[in-house]
């Protein structure tokens, strides 16, 4: 079963992530970073989701900050928890006391050639653990993250809000040489969960109702800020490679990160031209491939597959309700 490392900054969809890659995949850790809210909320929703989900999952915190440029977070979409609408139990355990950088090289090192890391985030904690650990490129299986888009954007109009909190770190991993999968917003918002499947997870038991809660919050945000009539599934479309790879298209082509401030910043720039050798002689030259882009995806099959998932979770009993 394929070893997966989430580094995510949850957030509803980062939520749905950590159970779905929980229900099919060996998840071995978990590690947190600012995003959709500060770091210290991210990593509270973690030990939160992890104790109601029931996961034995090692939870790491990380970086509070991008590499460079200023910080923002996400609470415009997500809340003030980073998670509203459902009300999650208190965490059962803490986090490891080891930072998220030295957790991904650790855990790297430990299950080398065998791990695949899925950034769901802004790719801090990645970035500074490539420059921190060079052998961290040979020593990881792949890198399949969500985020970038080869159309529009959210936060700005060419910039998707993960790589835009922080071009320098995806760019690091870009230039990395890893093997990587990127499902932007091109795919992800074809993956959509709308009010029947929230009704679906209704009444499924204490996860789904959970999570019905939490879509409900997430979609009535997407509507009211971009006007979209499904709250997408993000997060776990960097999983699918390892779950449905039947349900999505890649191409692999060069992909560089816009980095130079303006409106550009934070632009994942695909190149999927074809060029000929003769055209060389006038125009700029493709790079080398650096990247599988998620190009086409079957999104109503892959939202049934997510929400299959979330009504059949039979992890372990939930955390007994203390003395009254
Ligand atoms: O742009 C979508 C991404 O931003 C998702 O990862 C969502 O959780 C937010 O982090
Ligand atoms: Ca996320």
Not at 28 to 36: D, L, P, R
Not at 256 to 283: H, S, Y
Request: glycine share 12%; charged share 15%.
């Amino acid at each position: 079963m394929q070893k997966v490392l989430i580094d995510c900054d949850p957030g509803h969809d980062d939520a749905i992530a950590i159970l779905y890659a929980a229900t099919h995949l060996d998840l071995v850790g978990i590690s947190t970073v600012y995003g959709n809210q500060t770091v210290e909320k991210t990593t509270a929703n973690a030990l939160s989701l992890a104790t109601l989900f029931g996961l034995d999952v090692p939870v790491a915190q990380g970086c509070a900050a991008p590499l460079a440029g200023r910080l923002r977070h996400g609470g415009d979409i997500h809340g003030k928890t980073g998670i509203d609408g459902a009300e999650l139990p208190a965490p059962d355990r803490g986090t490891t006391g080891m930072h998220a950088v030295d957790f991904i090289i650790e855990m790297a090192s430990k299950h080398r050639g065998e791990l695949v890391l899925c950034p769901t985030g802004p790719m801090t904690n990645v970035g500074m653990a490539l420059r921190k650990e060079p052998r961290l490129a040979e020593w990881l299986k792949g890198i399949s993250l969500m985020g970038g888009t080869t159309q529009i954007g959210n936060t700005t109009p060419v910039a998707e809000f993960n790589i835009w909190c922080d071009p320098e770190a995806a760019d690091l991993l870009f230039r990395s040489g890893v093997p990587l999968w990127m499902a932007g917003l091109n795919v992800t918002r074809q993956a959509g969960i709308g009010p029947a499947d929230i009704d679906r997870l209704a009444g499924s038991g204490p996860v789904g109702d959970t999570f019905a809660g939490l879509f409900a919050f997430f979609l009535d945000s997407l509507r009211q800020v971009h006007g979209l009539a499904t709250a997408s599934l993000h997060d776990p479309c960097a999983l699918l490679p390892f779950i449905r790879p039947d349900l999505v298209t890649y191409r692999e082509v060069p992909v560089e990160i816009a980095l130079a401030q303006g409106p550009t910043r934070g632009m994942t720039v695909c190149d999927f031209r074809t060029l000929t050798p003769k055209a060389l002689e006038n125009i700029q030259g493709m790079a080398r491939p650096n990247c599988r882009v998620a190009v086409g995806i079957d999104g109503p099959a892959v939202v049934a597959h997510i929400v299959s998932a979330i009504t059949g979770w039979s992890g372990r009993k939930l955390p007994q309700p203390g003395p009254a």
